[in-house]
């Protein structure tokens, strides 16, 4: 673990005050300078290691999805307790979406934390982590403990993405930009994820001095499974008793939102176990799940 929940609002102040170090960006860089400008005030998100795994095993099926209506803030940082994509061993150099080249992205580098973005029509992100090569973390030096600035990346907000369409130059990106957006959606209904509020209090440096304001930290975990616990089921007018559990997973479908309804918006159908109470499990794969 890079870093704890109650470390986040210090994490965001270190890296507000690096970034206050840096040389001013080049002529036409506005854009890279209003994201920027939007971390000191942006929400603070922790995910869980359960819902981190949840969006990344459902972000592959997402259906299009849009940033602008999927984003639950127009700025935020969210931490991962689990990495959601690494970068290649080689990634070369940095790309944005309009065609215009960043700074360089650092590659074998795991992706746990992303502060974005909306300005206008622009999705902007900085993903931060955890980098294992020696040589890649020799190019520059953490900006908090082990926590390194991987890549920052540039995307329109307002069209539809799909993980089953080649939009995005990178595939680490692409994987990483979808994963995201699977954790906005599932993260604003309830019965997927339970969102709940943390405060935490800034360290000031000084013991005699008191704790700094606190703030606000939105939790996201994953809700435990429904359960059908009926023992029995009809079929063609038998009854068929079970003596295992099984998952019944869950999927994507789209729902109308916005004026008019004219927009559409991707719902997860939570998945659930299946069969009597205290049964065997039948499958592995609820081992990904908190139950």
Same mark, same amino acid.
């Given at each position: 673990?890079?870093?704890?929940?109650?470390?986040?609002? #210090?994490?965001?102040?270190?890296?507000?005050?690096?970034?206050?170090?840096?040389?001013?960006?080049?002529?036409?860089? !506005?854009?890279?300078?209003?994201?920027?400008?939007?971390?000191?005030?942006?929400?603070?998100?922790?995910?869980?290691? +359960?819902?981190?795994?949840?969006?990344?095993?459902?972000?592959?099926?997402?259906?299009?999805?849009?940033?602008?209506?999927?984003?639950?803030?127009?700025?935020?940082?969210?931490?991962?307790?689990?990495?959601?994509?690494?970068?290649?061993?080689?990634?070369?150099?940095?790309?944005?979406?309009?065609?215009?080249?960043?700074?360089?992205?650092?590659?074998?580098?795991?992706?746990?934390?992303?502060?974005?973005?909306?300005?206008?029509?622009?999705?902007?992100?900085?993903?931060?982590?955890?980098?294992? +090569?020696?040589?890649?973390?020799?190019?520059?030096?953490?900006?908090?403990?082990?926590?390194?600035?991987?890549?920052?990346?540039?995307?329109?907000? +307002?069209?539809?993405?799909?993980?089953?369409?080649?939009?995005?130059? #990178?595939?680490?990106?692409?994987?990483?930009?979808?994963?995201?957006?699977?954790?906005?959606?599932?993260?604003?209904?309830?019965?997927?994820?339970?969102?709940?509020?943390?405060?935490?209090?800034?360290?000031?440096?000084?013991?005699?001095?008191?704790?700094?304001?606190?703030?606000?930290?939105?939790?996201?975990?994953?809700?435990?499974?429904?359960?059908? +616990?009926?023992?029995?089921?009809?079929?063609?007018?038998?009854?068929?008793?079970?003596?295992?559990?099984?998952?019944?997973?869950?999927?994507?479908?789209?729902?109308?939102?916005?004026?008019?309804?004219?927009?559409?918006?991707?719902?997860?159908?939570?998945?659930?176990?299946? !069969?009597?109470?205290?049964?065997?499990?039948?499958?592995?794969?609820?081992?990904?799940?908190?139950?």
């Amino acid at each position: 673990m890079l870093i704890t929940l109650l470390q986040l609002p #210090e994490l965001r102040k270190t890296l507000v005050k690096k970034e206050k170090l840096l040389p001013p960006p080049p002529p036409g860089a !506005g854009v890279t300078e209003r994201h920027v400008a939007t971390l000191k005030n942006a929400s603070l998100w922790w995910v869980s290691r +359960d819902m981190t795994k949840l969006a990344l095993d459902t972000a592959p099926d997402l259906p299009p999805w849009t940033p602008t209506i999927a984003a639950p803030e127009t700025s935020g940082l969210m931490w991962f307790d689990h990495p959601i994509g690494t970068t290649p061993a080689d990634p070369g150099e940095g790309f944005m979406a309009d065609g215009r080249w960043a700074e360089s992205i650092l590659g074998s580098a795991a992706v746990h934390g992303v502060h974005w973005s909306i300005t206008g029509d622009l999705l902007n992100f900085t993903f931060y982590g955890a980098v294992s +090569d020696p040589v890649q973390r020799a190019r520059t030096a953490p900006l908090w403990r082990d926590v390194y600035e991987i890549a920052m990346y540039t995307v329109r907000g +307002d069209v539809e993405y799909s993980p089953q369409v080649t939009q995005l130059r #990178e595939p680490w990106a692409a994987h990483v930009v979808h994963t995201i957006g699977a954790a906005w959606l599932l993260m604003q209904q309830p019965r997927v994820a339970e969102k709940r509020s943390r405060r935490a209090s800034l360290h000031t440096g000084n013991k005699k001095r008191k704790p700094g304001k606190e703030q606000l930290i939105q939790v996201i975990d994953l809700r435990r499974l429904a359960h059908n +616990d009926a023992e029995r089921e009809q079929n063609y007018g038998q009854s068929r008793e079970f003596h295992t559990r099984w998952m019944v997973r869950g999927h994507w479908r789209q729902q109308r939102v916005g004026p008019g309804r004219k927009y559409t918006k991707p719902v997860f159908v939570s998945p659930y176990l299946k !069969g009597p109470e205290g049964a065997p499990i039948k499958t592995d794969r609820v081992n990904a799940w908190r139950h």
